[in-house]
């Protein structure tokens, strides 16, 4: 790409109908922008266990409605 945006940034801005995303990192990775417009949207995001009040706490994938653990 030659913009010089990280393809991880630019699929979760353009995946705006996205209603549950699995993400298997333990630790939030950095990231600008999970979604570009939140607004009245529920996501859920479901992490490894163990790493939910890390998605929690960390900037942007807070945004996310739910942060479950993976089962």
């Known amino acids: ?3 010089g945006k990280r393809i ?3 699929c979760f801005l ?3 109908s996205l ?7 333990p630790t939030p990775p950095a990231i600008t922008n ?3 417009d939140t607004t009245g949207l ?3 995001l479901f992490v490894p ?4 009040e890390a998605y929690q706490q960390a900037p942007y ?11």
Do not use: N, P
């Open 1 to 3: 790409m030659d913009d």
């Open 8 to 10: 991880g940034d630019y």
């Open 14 to 16: 353009h995946c705006d």
């Open 19 to 25: 209603r549950q995303v699995t993400i298997l990192a």
């Open 34 to 36: 999970v979604f570009a």
């Open 42 to 44: 529920h996501r859920t």
């Open 49 to 52: 266990q163990g790493s939910v």
């Open 61 to 71: 994938w807070q945004d996310f409605a739910e942060i479950k653990a993976i089962e």
